[in-house]
């Protein structure tokens, strides 16, 4: 079959192993939100929400890449302000970015307003309302996911492959992440603080101010590296 042409070559395979590794990267922020909003429900129901949120996520992109004309014109400018051009991109960007920073804030103050005594509150809506947002963040996290993909390889067939193997990676790795983004909550506020981080450099993004990513996940590789060492000598402090 056609679709299938690319298996016989091997740069074909290279440019595989290289946009599933950079998907799964990208979507490490996808998987520590999704852990975060599911840990809110009751310990049951976090299975069953995180699996569907990464299986909504597989969904939003592969009808996004079935989609590459409709979203290759979301780069045409509709207007402009401030000198600057805004893209149906930028405008999807910029709104994920402040819903990221908004959503983080307001988790961030319920954590420090909430006793140790007390349980966090069930979200709004209950299951449901935890399904929608998790729907909105894929689409926002989805765009950066598809676009990349269109960026580094030519071929749909070898775009899908690599979304379908993250994804796979992601669901194997989720319930390890929430366990362990729950177990501690100072990783847990870390975990947000990087959310708000993301929302900036989205937003930064919207606004035509485009940050290295790089710079991002080493910052966020620093910042875990030395909460990981704070970890480690408070056990040794609480075994002493």
């Known amino acids: 079959m056609e679709l299938f042409h690319w298996v016989s070559d091997p740069n074909a395979w290279v440019s595989l192993a290289i946009l599933t590794l950079l998907e799964i990267v990208l979507g490490i922020d996808n998987v520590i939100f999704i852990s975060i909003l599911a840990g809110k429900l009751p310990r049951k ?3 069953k929400a995180r699996t569907l949120g990464l299986a909504l996520a597989l969904i939003t992109r592969i009808l996004l890449l079935l989609s590459i004309k409709w979203l290759m014109g979301l780069t045409k400018v509709l207007f402009s302000l401030a000198g600057h051009g805004f893209s149906g991109k930028d405008l999807i960007l910029l709104a994920g970015g402040l819903f990221l920073i908004a959503k983080s804030t307001l988790e961030i ?4 307003e909430q006793s140790e005594a007390e349980h966090a509150p069930e979200p709004k809506g209950g299951f449901m309302g935890v399904i929608i947002q998790i729907m909105l963040l894929d689409i926002i996290f989805s765009l950066d996911s598809v676009i990349t993909a269109v960026g580094m390889a030519s071929q749909l067939a070898i775009m899908i492959a690599a979304v379908v193997l993250a994804v796979a990676v992601m669901l194997l790795a989720a319930g390890a992440v929430s366990d362990f983004v729950n177990k501690y909550p100072t990783i847990k506020m870390l975990a947000l603080a990087f959310l708000i981080m993301i ?6 993004d919207g606004v035509g101010q485009h940050i290295e990513r790089g710079y991002i996940y080493f910052a966020m590789a620093f910042s875990t590296l030395v909460e990981m060492l704070n970890l480690r000598n408070r056990k040794k402090e609480n075994r002493g």
């Open 109 to 112: 103050h319920a954590k420090l």
């Open 45 to 47: 129901q976090q299975a």
């Open 199 to 204: 929302g900036v450099v989205l937003v930064a």
